[in-house]
């Protein structure tokens, strides 16, 4: 159970738009649903690697969330006995959490035939009636301790909405015939006027060019300032020294990565680090994941299908190494996490996030007020180069959910932003998103600093 901390407001931010915990609860059920209404029978079973799950899998753990962490306590909390929907459920669907007991193999969630997916829908209806129940009991002043932990399995669920979506690309990349999920992914509208980029003097692309905004040396605050919810690896809110530093007013693009793909950036050993050179060679990288050459042009498998590679996107499925190499390449480096949230202080979270349906990174727009750094938010997570470790005076969540985030705080790094694939209430500038360096499946881009 939650308790405390940062999350003791959750909800504040819905609840002073007149939003209820309970019609947030089925917005959000209600969108996991939607997100797989495109997909066949066998498209929910089928696990393409070991990081992803199959979409039932999601479905499943979403519900065995909230089934484990608020009505089970909430039962137990008025002395009555808790039947589970299914007494092996929770060994199926359980992901890390050591203190709840065994877990079936990572690696092995696509052998699970069953249950099926009807079972797992049956499964959701039947967790989201006693849900409601309990959120109607909530809204009459009982069970006010669960209403941190309810928040935390609201924001749990959107998390395993962008890996639903994430997992569901990579899983249809593995199809020969590049099937799309959705066959409505028409072009959205804007464009920007074509301007030198990165690269080799004399390169140019479809994307203006991108400036630098200085920031002067300065002790800043950054972290959760305690308004709205927050995970635990956001606080506490404490100072830091951020040198005098340059950020780049939008994320790489498209056309930028090209140059550097074009300048031999994927055979230079001297632009590596010794990790990621290791994996050029053993993995064979010639390009971000998903792009594939077609008679000469580059090609991009999406959500929609196959589309031509717009320079004007910002560069998407890219790890921590080629972003760092690409970054050495172009004469700079990545920001660190301090940096990425200083420059976006004060910045609407707006983008292009999962709502929008284009589920790919959209063309930057061009350029505006000079000192505002643009597409901060939604398209693409943007590497970071500090790795993912807890803030001075760091404490998790107390009982079993303190291994959501700390326990991981281990050869990981920093992403900072959300992406197309992530719903749009659930970013912030605050957030630290976190994967291993190699990792691509994710919707992962970078922006520049010097």
Same mark, same amino acid.
């Given at each position: 159970?939650v308790?405390?901390?940062?999350?003791?407001?959750?909800?504040?931010?819905?609840?002073?738009r007149?939003v209820?915990?309970?019609?947030?609860? +089925?917005?959000?059920r209600a969108?996991t649903e939607?997100l797989?209404a495109?997909?066949?029978?066998?498209?929910?079973?089928?696990?393409?690697?070991?990081?992803?799950?199959?979409? /039932?899998w999601?479905?499943?753990?979403?519900?065995?969330?909230?089934?484990?962490?608020?009505l089970?306590?909430?039962?137990?909390?008025?002395?009555?006995?808790?039947?589970?929907?299914?007494?092996?459920?929770?060994? *199926?669907?359980?992901?890390?959490y050591?203190g709840? =007991?065994?877990?079936?193999?990572?690696?092995?969630?696509?052998?699970l035939?069953?249950?099926?997916?009807?079972?797992?829908?049956?499964?959701?209806?039947?967790?989201?009636a !006693?849900?409601?129940a309990l959120l109607?009991?909530?809204?009459?002043?009982?069970?006010?301790?669960l /209403?941190a932990?309810?928040?935390?399995?609201?924001q %749990?669920?959107?998390? %395993?909405?962008?890996?639903l *979506?994430?997992?569901?690309?990579h899983?249809l990349?593995?199809?020969?015939?590049?099937?799309?999920?959705?066959e409505?992914? =028409?072009?959205?509208?804007?464009g920007?006027?074509t301007?030198?980029?990165?690269?080799?003097?004399?390169?140019?692309?479809?994307?203006d060019?991108?400036?630098?905004?200085e /920031?002067? $040396?300065?002790?800043?605050?950054?972290?959760?300032a =305690?308004?709205g919810?927050?995970?635990?690896n956001? @606080?506490?809110?404490?100072r830091v020294?951020?040198?005098? %530093?340059?950020?780049? +007013?939008?994320?790489?693009?498209? =056309?930028?990565?090209?140059a &550097?793909?074009?300048?031999?950036?994927?055979?230079?050993?001297? *632009?590596?680090?010794?990790e990621?050179?290791?994996?050029v060679?053993?993995?064979?990288?010639?390009?971000?994941?998903?792009? $594939?050459?077609?008679?000469g042009?580059?090609?991009?498998?999406?959500?929609?299908?196959?589309?031509?590679?717009?320079p004007?996107?910002?560069? @998407? %499925?890219v @790890?921590?190494?080629?972003? +760092?190499?690409?970054?050495r390449?172009?004469?700079?480096?990545l920001?660190t996490?301090?940096?990425?949230?200083?420059?976006?202080?004060?910045?609407?979270?707006?983008?292009?996030?999962a709502?929008?349906g284009r589920?790919r990174?959209?063309?930057?727009?061009?350029?505006? +007020?000079?000192?505002?750094?643009?597409?901060?938010?939604?398209?693409?997570w943007?590497?970071t180069?500090?790795?993912?470790?807890?803030y001075p005076?760091?404490?998790?969540?107390?009982?079993?959910?303190?291994?959501y985030n700390? /326990? &991981?705080?281990?050869g990981?790094?920093?992403?900072?932003?959300?992406?197309?694939?992530t719903?749009?209430?659930?970013?912030?500038?605050?957030? !630290?998103?976190?994967?291993?360096p190699?990792? !691509?499946w994710q919707?992962?881009?970078?922006? *520049?600093? !010097?």
């Amino acid at each position: 159970m939650v308790s405390g901390g940062p999350v003791a407001q959750a909800g504040k931010r819905e609840a002073e738009r007149g939003v209820s915990l309970g019609a947030r609860y +089925d917005a959000v059920r209600a969108f996991t649903e939607a997100l797989c209404a495109p997909l066949s029978a066998e498209d929910y079973v089928v696990q393409s690697m070991p990081d992803a799950s199959p979409a /039932k899998w999601h479905l499943a753990h979403t519900s065995w969330f909230f089934e484990t962490f608020v009505l089970e306590p909430a039962a137990r909390a008025v002395g009555v006995s808790f039947a589970p929907f299914h007494p092996r459920f929770g060994f *199926l669907f359980n992901s890390y959490y050591v203190g709840v =007991g065994k877990r079936h193999s990572r690696p092995q969630r696509g052998m699970l035939t069953r249950p099926t997916v009807a079972e797992v829908y049956a499964y959701r209806q039947h967790v989201d009636a !006693r849900m409601r129940a309990l959120l109607m009991e909530v809204a009459g002043g009982a069970h006010a301790n669960l /209403k941190a932990t309810i928040e935390v399995g609201l924001q %749990h669920e959107q998390q %395993h909405q962008e890996l639903l *979506l994430t997992d569901v690309k990579h899983l249809l990349a593995q199809n020969p015939l590049r099937p799309a999920l959705r066959e409505d992914g =028409g072009e959205h509208a804007g464009g920007v006027e074509t301007g030198v980029v990165w690269g080799a003097a004399g390169t140019t692309g479809a994307a203006d060019a991108a400036r630098f905004i200085e /920031k002067e $040396e300065g002790v800043r605050w950054i972290g959760h300032a =305690g308004e709205g919810f927050a995970f635990d690896n956001e @606080s506490p809110r404490h100072r830091v020294f951020v040198a005098a %530093h340059a950020l780049a +007013d939008r994320p790489v693009t498209c =056309g930028d990565y090209l140059a &550097f793909m074009e300048d031999g950036g994927y055979r230079r050993a001297d *632009l590596w680090l010794s990790e990621g050179w290791e994996a050029v060679q053993v993995q064979g990288w010639e390009a971000p994941l998903y792009w $594939e050459r077609e008679e000469g042009d580059w090609q991009v498998f999406t959500l929609h299908g196959m589309r031509a590679v717009d320079p004007r996107a910002p560069v @998407s %499925h890219v @790890s921590f190494y080629e972003a +760092d190499a690409f970054a050495r390449w172009a004469g700079a480096r990545l920001p660190t996490e301090a940096e990425w949230e200083v420059g976006a202080e004060g910045l609407a979270v707006e983008g292009n996030f999962a709502e929008s349906g284009r589920l790919r990174p959209a063309p930057v727009t061009t350029a505006g +007020d000079e000192g505002a750094p643009r597409a901060m938010f939604g398209d693409v997570w943007e590497w970071t180069a500090s790795a993912y470790l807890p803030y001075p005076g760091y404490e998790a969540w107390a009982g079993t959910l303190g291994e959501y985030n700390g /326990k &991981f705080m281990s050869g990981q790094m920093v992403l900072r932003g959300g992406s197309c694939f992530t719903p749009a209430s659930h970013a912030r500038a605050t957030y !630290r998103n976190f994967f291993p360096p190699s990792a !691509r499946w994710q919707a992962s881009g970078l922006r *520049l600093a !010097r």
